[in-house]
């Protein structure tokens, strides 16, 4: 196992290595048919709050988290976490013309066609989950079960950038109003001024 100490941690590599390894055995008796992948997993302990893999197989975790999260859980989240590697996300990733500015709403769909297929056997993972029901919710958007990744990701980028258009197309029409109230064009009630001036004012216009 390849592990570098955390001096921020209160535990040794001792401990965090019995921690990944009993949720990895854990895991092999949950899915046997995964225990190739599992095996496979080469871990790296980071402090990162989370648990999370690349295409080369190596999984980065914070002993931290799988203690709080206990066996059950990490052994879950560790299934999950094959889930990318055995659907081929990073190359798919590359097809779709994921770049760094969209690697987490990639990574987002993954989640979600992961988890909505291991929610409906049961599986146990940590709360809160990324899920089809808990980013619809979010995003408002009727988005369902059963979906693939890239209709998954293609839902939530087309709703993000319509978000954020509005967001800009706003942010530009108060500009302009302060602009016109600084040059003394419009009046603002003075409830409001605090306000935009304090959000929304162009940077060189401030004081």
Known sequence: MAFSEDKNSSLSNEEASFLFSTARLKAIRMRPYFASCLLALLPI????G?????????IYYDPETLKKWGVEESAGVLIHECG??????????????VTRLTARTWNLA??????????????????????PTTMGLKLGLNIGNGRAEEEYYWLIKEKIEKNHSIVWILIAVLRIVI???????????QKYQSIFMELFVVPELRV
């Not at 989370?50 to 190596?58: A, H, L, Q």
């Open 45 to 48: 302990r980071k402090k990162i």
């Open 179 to 189: 602009v016109m109230k600084k040059k003394e064009i419009i009046q603002i009630p």
């Open 110 to 131: 993954g989640d979600m066609s992961i988890n909505d297929d291991l929610e409906e056997e049961g599986l146990l993972l940590p709360e809160p989950r990324v899920s």
């Open 50 to 58: 989370t648990v999370g893999v690349d295409e080369f197989g190596r």
């Open 84 to 97: 990318h590697i055995l659907r081929f996300h990073a190359q798919r990733a590359r097809f779709q013309g």
